[in-house]
């Protein structure tokens, strides 16, 4: 199942992408994907929803694709979580999972602007596999069971500030927190409709190129790790979003480093959860 929300920022409504590739409304019947909707067993109401009125209302096409689930409460971020982007960094690969938080307020529907912001110099990109959370975690004892706690999975750009990142006090939130820097979706796919979350190609364009061209089976930390590791130091709630790395290629790993100025265009795509369009625009 395709998770998918529309309309204007602020107004956001809860849908589904059906099978021929039509933004159906569900608001009549749920009111959000959001904590609520996932910890009381929200996904099987859909299907039972779905049974009754298989052909919801459709979107209109010129509604505003949004974040595919509501404003989380908490963006936890995996650091340096592919080998080939470590070394660009000129950074050892980690022995534990690096962790940071972005600001909830940075998710964005997939076609919103990345927004440069003020005196900014050093704007960059990062695909990355996002992962939702659908009920609470808390000291989980295994990684196989961390599987059953994951709603699904989406496209996010975790757009980084490198100057206030590294050269601001060594402060990664700072760095990551800025106005629109999580463009998320284009859909949430639920967890039971990818195959093989450890084998998905992620790649990324800046104005027609191609930066960055992985694969999750290269992660450091596997999803399923990561989400039981976290949960030996915080709960995870339902509807929390994991960013679990970037492979190589950002633009600060360009010799010399290239980073996105106003009129830049980014391209994003992960197997099976669609694509994601940006267009830089300054603060």
Not at 23 to 30: E, I, N
Not at 58 to 76: F, N, T
Request: contains cysteine; glycine residues 10%.
């Amino acid at each position: 199942m395709k998770l998918i929300r529309f309309g204007n920022p602020g107004a956001e409504r809860p849908g589904i992408l059906d099978e021929h590739n039509v933004r159906r409304d569900l608001s009549d019947r749920f009111s959000d994907w959001d904590r609520e909707f996932f910890n009381k067993g929200g996904l099987e109401e859909i299907e039972a929803y779905l049974s009754i009125n298989p052909r919801p209302t459709a979107v209109a096409d010129d509604e505003r694709w949004a974040a595919p689930i509501a404003r989380p409460g908490k963006v936890i971020c995996i650091g340096l979580n592919y080998s080939d982007h470590a070394k660009e960094s000129n950074m050892e690969i980690p022995k534990e999972p690096i962790i940071f938080q972005k600001g909830a307020n940075t998710v964005v529907g997939p076609y919103d602007p990345i927004i440069i912001p003020r005196d900014s110099e050093k704007t960059d990109w990062e695909v990355e596999l996002g992962v939702v959370i659908g009920k609470n975690a808390r000291y989980l004892q295994t990684r196989e069971e961390a599987a059953s706690y994951i709603a699904g999975y989406t496209v996010v750009n975790d757009v980084s500030e490198r100057a206030f990142q590294l050269e601001r006090g060594g402060q990664w939130t700072k760095g990551k927190s800025c106005d629109n820097f999580s463009p998320m979706g284009p859909w949430l796919l639920t967890a039971d409709k990818v195959d093989d979350v450890h084998n998905l190609r992620l790649q990324l364009r800046v104005n027609g190129q191609t930066m960055q061209d992985g694969n999750t089976r290269n992660l450091i930390f596997d999803v399923y790790y990561i989400v039981h590791y976290l949960s030996q130091f915080m709960t995870l709630e339902a509807g929390d979003l994991i960013l679990t790395g970037t492979p190589a290629g950002v633009g600060l790993g360009m010799k010399p480093p290239l980073y996105l100025k106003a009129g830049d265009t980014v391209e994003l795509i992960i197997d099976g959860l669609g694509e994601q369009k940006q267009v830089c625009e300054p603060a």
